[in-house]
């Protein structure tokens, strides 16, 4: 029978004897899957293990420095990468949600290569592929796999000569969870919800700014932040905002606005593939619209997604 404590042992057992001295690098996303993955692999060589953590400028709002600050409290060797300013220069002027993707991507291949190239003696690439990504990207094929560019499996590039090490490749993301809190990797990474690689930009409809993603930031906390005070966080699968790029009239006192709507979506899904809109309680969307609008400058108007996947999908881009 499978149980976490089992699956641990052999697991770090077996990382131990595959890669004996040598040294790993591997990006982490501050999601469940590369943090759990990262700490089998902590355990099973210590500091031999180098994790690298960007800051692409698309995060939540605090999210680098809190998520930063946990992977030292893990005893993660982590190096942190700000590298915002490298990400808007290559999302500028690109509204395009693929060409948004490819932009993403290659700067984060730079970045990571960059700091891979500062490691000693690096042979492997520790990643945090789980099961349902395996079969995934061997089973889609043809024009469904180009509806949205999601998954990194597969991507490593050519410069960079590292076998892959994957420990949780054979497990759901359940099992993962559970592996994770057999590890004491704290409850606010294992109940985190699943958070896009390219992050708030394909949440931003059309093109990127710092100014954009402060908005975005800034209704996104308010929301993410009301989920949990009000105890429903746990009761959805993923939630985010999403900034239109539209601007509406409204009032202020006895002034006209022409300001930016945003939508709020949160979802119910086993694993992503459909998904069903939450019917959060109206006394709680009727919160979240008085307090966005009013703490967040720049937004004048709330609406809630209401669509289901398929036939929407749970991003906008
Ligand atoms: P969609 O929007 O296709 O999303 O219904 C399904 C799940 O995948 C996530 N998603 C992505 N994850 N890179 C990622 O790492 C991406 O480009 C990407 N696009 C969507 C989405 O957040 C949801 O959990």
């Known amino acids: 029978d499978w149980t976490s404590d089992t699956f641990i042992d052999s697991t770090v057992a077996q990382l131990k004897e595959k890669i004996g001295n040598d040294n790993v690098v591997m990006g982490l996303s501050g999601g469940v899957d590369s943090s759990v993955a990262a700490t089998l692999i902590h355990r099973a060589i210590g500091k031999n293990l180098y994790c ?91 024009p469904s796999a180009t509806i949205k560019s999601h998954h990194n499996v597969g991507g490593l590039p050519d410069f ?48 990127i700014t710092a100014e954009k993603v402060k908005t975005l930031q800034e209704v996104d906390y308010i929301f993410i932040q009301g989920l949990k005070d009000s105890g429903l966080y746990n009761q959805v699968w993923q939630a985010g905002a ?17 300001e930016k709507v945003v939508a709020l979506r949160a979802v119910g899904s086993v694993d992503g593939m459909t998904a069903d809109w939450i019917h959060l309680p109206y006394e709680f969307l009727g919160k979240m619209s008085n307090e966005i609008i009013n703490r967040v400058k720049g937004v004048n108007r709330v609406v809630y997604d209401i669509s289901s996947k398929p036939p929407a999908t749970i991003e906008w881009e």
């Open 52 to 142: 690298v953590f960007v800051d692409n400028g698309l995060l939540r709002k605090n999210e680098y420095e809190e998520v930063l600050e946990s992977y030292k409290t893990l005893g993660l060797n982590v190096i942190g990468v700000d590298a915002k300013k490298r990400f808007y220069d290559a999302l500028a002027g690109l509204s395009d949600p693929e060409a948004k993707r490819k932009a993403i991507g290659r700067a984060f291949i730079e970045v990571f290569d960059d700091e891979a190239h500062k490691i000693e003696g690096v042979k492997w690439l520790g990643q945090g592929t789980i099961y349902p990504d395996v079969i995934e990207s061997v089973s889609v094929k043809g």
């Open 160 to 207: 960079m000569k590292l076998s892959v090490v994957e420990p949780l490749n054979t497990l759901f993301k359940d099992e993962v969870r559970e592996v994770g809190r057999a590890l004491d990797i704290p409850e606010a990474i294992i109940g985190r919800h699943p958070f896009p690689g390219p992050g708030l930009a394909i949440r931003i409809l059309g093109d």
């Open 242 to 258: 999403i900034l239109l790029p539209i601007q509406s009239v409204g009032v202020m006192g006895d002034e006209r606005t022409y």
